[in-house]
């Protein structure tokens, strides 16, 4: 069974504040890594993605992905409200196994 | 911008009525995915499609059936509605090239079976 773990949380950081979000995976051979932001009774919305070890920054978000310890995280800096959601970390290649999600909180 | 519709935000059916569930998309993706979302367990993978006329079943196919005859276009068959089956039902669609497979959600369908 291909499983995705997160934290449920919530994690509560305040604005301006990095918020750290983990996740780690089964399937040693997971080819493709992604998180997404799902706003409450909003569907999934991909935020990044990311292939090969190491990081990969897109504006205030930072994808890291280490294959040998299996482990895939979200940074996010200066957290601002809008940023409050549950964050989705999913794996696989054609197939994505998603894991249950994260909520963050981000307070004024 | 890919863009993934679904025929309905909300639906509300009674106990064994057929129900269809439409979603299209219009960037030319080949791989088009049916999830349900529940509190608690998250997505799961009900069906999914390489290609037209090619389905294979996900984690939870059962009282699930899906048709796709035209490349932009899946849909979700439920033969005989449960109450059981109330949930979120979200379609996604990828392209079929490696690391491009970037899944992309549409707005999702609230089914309620009464």
């Known amino acids: 069974q291909k499983e995705v773990e997160q934290n449920s949380g919530p994690l509560s950081v305040p604005e301006g504040a990095i918020a750290s979000l983990n996740c780690t995976y089964s399937?040693?051979?997971?080819?493709?890594f992604f998180w997404y932001r799902q706003y409450s009774g909003k569907s999934p919305e991909l935020i990044m993605s990311?292939?090969?070890?190491g990081d990969k920054e897109d504006g205030r978000f930072t994808a890291q992905l280490n294959k040998a310890s299996q482990y895939v995280s979200l940074l996010i800096r200066d957290s601002q409200p809008s940023d409050s959601a549950t964050y989705l970390c999913?794996?696989?290649?054609?197939?994505?196994?998603f894991g249950t999600g994260t909520r963050l909180l981000v307070s004024p | 911008d890919v863009k993934v519709t679904q025929s309905s935000r909300y639906l509300v059916k009674r106990t064994g009525e057929k129900v269809f569930l439409e979603c299209v998309q219009d960037?030319?993706?080949?791989?088009m995915f049916w999830y349900r979302q529940d509190p608690g367990l998250g997505l799961r993978l009900i069906y999914f499609?390489?290609?037209?006329?090619?389905?294979e079943k996900g984690d939870i196919p059962e009282g699930y059936s899906v048709s796709r005859e035209k490349k932009e276009r899946f849909s979700l068959i439920l033969e005989s509605a449960s109450t059981n089956q109330t949930s979120m039902y979200l379609c996604?669609?990828?392209?079929?090239?490696?690391?491009?497979?970037?899944?992309?959600f549409g707005p999702g369908t609230r089914l309620t079976v009464l």
């Open positions: 990311i292939y090969s070890n």
């Open positions: 996604a669609s990828s392209l079929a090239v490696s690391s491009y497979n970037e899944q992309f």
């Open positions: 399937d040693r051979v997971s080819q493709s």
């Open positions: 499609s390489y290609d037209v006329k090619m389905k």
């Open positions: 999913a794996v696989g290649f054609q197939k994505l196994v």
């Open positions: 960037m030319d993706h080949e791989n």
